[in-house]
């Protein structure tokens, strides 16, 4: 059985892939997965999942035709706004 | 994607991951190239494991058998991706040891003294850590990342061998001889590791980005890196032809091309030798596999 | 402790480290290749910090302790000197018969008079949760294995004579198994005089270098 293993690098960071291993079950393969990614002291955690629990989505986007600039940074425009108010206010200059 | 285009894209930085469509020639040509990796750390294995059992101190002892340790882990995480890209390890062994497929030159030859192996420590994996460098970039991301990994643990070897060869080269007359002795004889081979200069405009290997650096622009790496290395210790390397040119080029006589093909196709000192070990500890631990691992050969 | 008890502690350790390292690069499959070669460089470091204790009183260092001795002033039970490659129910039922015997062994040094001997004999313990762990894992997925119940049978009299007097009942009960004449440790096996020519053949090549 293929195991995938994930790995922490730090406490709190996210787990990433670290690769991949064979052994029959979980017992085996959590003993080669510390050796494998941590026998170094490399890891502060892991997960180890079989294959086939792990499902894949490739370009998980499914709308993308459409724009949609609410959901961005880059989509919106503040400064003008934000200059009337100031003015409004008579904050406009001070600092 | 028709073949232009995933030449175009692999060209451009794509990366390929395993379940992409990709030609029939590039899933082949890594295969081929992939597990010819797996093979050369699998069978540099064997040199190094006798050294483990005579290592002179504990130190020593503990650092060797944590270097072929790594070597092996590295085979497996090799053997993983060629599995994935679609040859079951098995197989890969079933070939290796019936002679159906290569493995690097420096691991058909025999390690005679203790000075073989500091200077495989500290030659040898230098040569082939240059290649494992250059394979950071391999379009075909599986690969890619494990290169990674096994950049990292070489660091530590790096450093395991040139500490094995100051303590020689600070030692007696005697051990200062078993690293001249090995530098005269792993020369060649080393000439020869990173294959013969070759354009790289027609390979396929290169269109695809599975390999990006040239034969002889490893082998000048190599040779700007460790010759000050290997002079400032008082040592000679066996070529009276080494040196500079004025524009920095390393030039040397001619390596012996029919020797590494004659080496690399299975004729090498050691190849028969390191194969019947292989299949024999192969055949004596069968019955685990088959009891432990469900659908193993 | 005495040197000398301190003596067989580390030199069971190396000489099996030594045993267990011949399966570097030839484990049955590739990720319990990397895992055993782990066992045996922990067993190593074992060894060495049970020489260095022992160095101290002796006035001498770890290496020369592990290496420069002669093959009859060795301290190891014949158990692990035996050559089990390529014998791999043989190396498992040896681990796991070790493992036990030995954490009966760890048990009772927890508690030594000497603060050092008790330190030590706790790091170790520490470490020895993996190779217990290890040990017992392939125990259990071998248990139907008539060749590894075999193993199990002919190298039970050496595990009980790699401990003494009431830690034998312990382990016993330990491994589940009725008493029998222990190999006594005392004798050598034949096979450990071709251990240490090879395990020192570098060392006594140039006698007093550094490496």
């Not at chain 1, 503040?78 to 600092?95: C, N, P, Q, S």
């Amino acid at each position: 059985m293929i195991w995938e293993v994930f790995r922490q690098e730090r406490e709190g960071l996210p787990f990433q892939h670290g690769g991949s291993l064979e052994a029959p079950n979980l017992v085996f393969a959590e003993a080669y997965a510390r050796e494998f990614y941590g026998r170094r002291d490399e890891s502060f955690a892991l997960w180890i999942v079989p294959r086939e629990a792990v499902d894949e989505v490739r370009e998980p986007y499914v709308a993308e035709v459409f724009d949609r600039d609410y959901r961005r940074v880059d989509g919106y425009s503040l400064k003008v706004k934000l200059k009337e108010a100031r003015e409004r206010a008579g904050t406009a200059g001070a600092r | 994607m028709t073949e232009t285009e995933f030449e175009a894209y692999v060209q451009g930085g794509g990366a390929v991951e395993t379940g992409d469509p990709m030609p029939d020639e590039y899933r082949a040509a890594l295969i081929k190239f992939i597990e010819m990796h797996g093979n050369s750390e699998l069978m540099g294995v064997l040199p190094e494991r006798e050294w483990i059992l005579r290592a002179p101190t504990l130190q020593r002892k503990l650092a060797l058998t944590a270097k072929v340790q790594d070597e092996v882990g590295h085979s497996q995480l090799i053997y993983r991706v060629v599995e994935d890209l679609g040859k079951p390890r098995e197989a890969c062994l079933d070939d290796l040891i019936d002679g159906k497929t290569k493995f690097h030159n420096v691991f058909h030859y025999p390690t005679r003294t203790w000075g073989d192996v500091a200077v495989i420590a500290w030659l040898v994996d230098a040569a082939a850590i240059i290649s494992q460098k250059a394979l950071l970039k391999c379009s075909y991301a599986p690969y890619a990342r494990i290169m990674k990994k096994i950049c990292w643990e070489e660091s530590f070897h790096i450093l395991h061998g040139r500490d094995c060869i100051l303590a020689l080269m600070t030692g007696t007359d005697e051990q200062r001889e078993l690293v001249q002795e090995a530098v005269d004889r792993w020369w060649g081979p080393l000439m020869q590791f990173h294959g013969n200069p070759i354009p790289a405009d027609e390979d396929p290997m290169y269109r695809w980005r599975i390999k990006s650096q040239a034969n002889e622009e490893a082998r000048q790496q190599f040779l700007d890196g460790y010759v000050p290395q290997i002079w400032e210790l008082g040592l000679t390397v066996p070529d009276p032809k080494l040196r500079t040119r004025d524009d920095g080029v390393w030039e040397y006589s001619e390596p012996d091309w029919d020797e590494l093909k004659h080496v690399v196709t299975g004729h090498g000192p050691k190849t028969q030798e390191r194969l019947d070990l292989r299949r024999w500890s192969r055949e004596e631990t069968a019955w685990v596999r088959s009891a432990v691992l469900a659908d193993a050969a | 402790m005495s040197a000398q008890e301190l003596l067989a502690l580390a030199d069971d350790e190396l000489i099996l480290g030594w045993r267990n390292s011949e399966w570097t690069g030839i484990a049955p499959f590739l990720e319990e290749d990397v895992a055993f070669s782990s066992i045996a460089q922990t067993e190593i470091g074992h060894a060495r910090a049970w020489y260095e204790l022992a160095a101290e009183e002796l006035g001498t260092d770890a290496d020369a302790l592990a290496f420069d001795r002669q093959p009859d002033e060795y301290r190891s039970a014949r158990f692990v000197e035996l050559r089990l490659v390529p014998d791999w129910a043989a190396t498992i039922a040896r681990h796991w018969l070790y493992e036990t015997a030995d954490a009966i062994r760890i048990s009772d040094l927890k508690s030594s008079d000497d603060p050092r001997v008790a330190g030590l004999a706790e790091k170790i313990d520490r470490e020895e949760i993996y190779h217990r762990m290890h040990a017992d894992m392939w125990a259990d997925r071998l248990r139907n294995e008539p060749r590894f119940a075999e193993a199990l049978e002919t190298l039970w009299p050496y595990a009980l004579g790699m401990v003494d007097g009431a830690q034998r009942d312990r382990l016993c009960e330990g491994a589940g198994r009725e008493p029998v004449t222990p190999i006594e440790r005392g004798e050598h096996a034949d096979e450990l005089r071709p251990l240490w020519e090879e395990m020192t053949m570098v060392r006594r090549s140039i006698p007093g270098a550094t490496w």
